[in-house]
């Protein structure tokens, strides 16, 4: 079988080398895409999930809050959509696909009513492999961007 | 999953003087999800309340063992703005009035 490079770390100019098979690269796209649906479909689990109630004890959250929720979706979708080829990430671009791999992890763990980790017990092996493929780029993507600078 | 008393969000309340007299403290809990490497929730509690490694690492592992955790204390717009930032790291947590 053919070794496949699965790798995301801070080269020497700085910038965030991206070497992913294909196939990742557009997982990352269909999670900013999945994001971007929850949050465009008000009525849907995903959109609860995303814009859950932030304050139980209030008649409403803070609309700055609200709108800061919705900018930031919005931004880190975008940005992801933008760059979702790319093979070298600025560190805001890294922390886009982060941002995106991380709700989209969470709204995957909302369908799937993943509450304690138990609850990871009952899946099958296709529904853990894909959820450790959010993981791993996410571990990736944290190593990265915690690596200094080079000096 | 119970409520933690591990007053680690108010250490956080005594040690930066977030509240007033006129408005009560408001705790933000970070909930335990499964699926969340432990690395992606040590680094979001590093980035957003800008804690040490030590300190978001056993808040993590707080929340992981006992289901939630107070992850701050202060004023309200200030937790509800944190709860969004946590929102963004794919973590769920909400804000509550401290007790």
């Given at each position: 079988m053919e070794e496949v490079a699965v790798r995301i770390a801070r080269a020497g100019d700085g910038v965030i080398e991206v070497d992913l098979p294909d196939v990742l690269h557009r997982f990352v796209l269909l999670a900013a895409e999945a994001v971007r649906a929850s949050a465009g479909d008000p009525g849907s689990a995903g959109h609860r999930r995303l814009f859950?109630?932030?304050?139980?004890?209030?008649?409403?959250?803070d609309p700055l809050a609200t709108l800061a929720r919705q900018v930031a979706i919005e931004g880190a979708g975008t940005a992801v959509e933008r760059?979702?080829?790319?093979t070298r990430l600025t560190d805001d671009e890294a922390e886009a696909w982060l941002r995106v791999l991380s709700m989209a992890l969470s709204l995957r763990a909302g369908e799937l009513e993943l509450a304690v980790e138990e609850d990871l017990d009952a899946l099958d092996p296709r529904q853990r492999a894909y959820l450790e493929v959010f993981q791993v780029l996410q571990a990736l993507l944290v190593e990265a961007l915690d690596a200094p600078p080079p000096s | 999953m119970r409520p933690v008393g591990t007053g680690l969000g108010t250490s956080t309340e005594e040690r930066?003087?977030?509240?007033?007299?006129l408005a009560p403290p408001y705790n933000v809990f970070l909930w335990n999800d499964p699926v969340t490497p432990m690395v992606v929730v040590t680094r979001a509690l590093k980035r957003i309340f800008c804690y040490d490694h030590d300190r978001a690492e056993l808040l993590m592992i707080t929340a992981h063992l006992e289901g939630k955790v107070v992850v701050w204390t202060g004023e309200r717009e200030r937790a509800q703005r944190y709860c969004v930032e946590l929102g963004l790291s794919g973590l769920q947590s909400t804000v509550g009035r401290a007790s």
């Open positions: 859950g109630r932030i304050d139980e004890g209030a008649d409403r959250d760059t979702w080829r790319s | 930066t003087g977030e509240t007033t007299d």
